[in-house]
């Protein structure tokens, strides 16, 4: 069976970013890893705007420990590009996050993809960590399901 593709209104939190001359491969369109780019830019942009991620100084980091997306239309660069986000599970000290990306003016999702941080220690990078109160309130906001 094949899934639905996503619409704007399938997402709580929009970014964006321009795609760079150098996303671009040989076919003349966005390289297929550079989506993980995006998703990963995405949602540092949000963690850090919600004052919830210092890069350098926070005691408790997510660490990616799985990621996927699913390609239905080719983008390129000089594309500006919307990613969406939502958090589709929301766990004690993991979090999967849900991005969209989207053309710019476009409401069908060119790519879905997800991926899944679990928090830890910045000293030890090993134990999972409870995530702090302050960044589940923040990914709550971005919950598809209350």
């Known amino acids: ?10 997402y709580r939190r929009f970014i964006t970013l321009d795609t760079r001359w150098m996303d671009n491969d040989v076919y003349g369109h966005v ?10 830019t995405a949602v540092a942009h949000f963690l850090i ?7 350098a100084t926070s005691p408790v980091v997510g660490l990616v420990v799985e990621t996927q997306c699913r390609y239905f239309a080719p983008i390129a ?4 590009i919307t990613c969406g986000l939502r958090c589709g599970r929301i766990g004690t000290s993991s979090v999967r996050y849900e991005i969209g990306i989207f053309r710019s003016g476009e409401d069908q999702a060119c790519a879905e993809g997800h991926f899944i941080h679990v928090y ?9 960590t409870p995530m702090p109160e302050r960044l589940r ?5 971005l919950a598809i399901t209350p």
């Open 120 to 128: 830890v220690d910045r000293a030890t990078q090993k134990t999972p």
């Open 49 to 55: 705007a919600e004052g919830v991620l210092d890069i």
């Open 137 to 141: 309130s923040a990914l709550t906001a």
């Open 77 to 80: 660069f000089p594309d500006a």
């Open 1 to 10: 069976m094949k899934a639905a593709i996503g619409t704007r209104a399938d």
């Open 31 to 40: 390289n297929n890893v550079v989506y993980y780019s995006y998703f990963d």
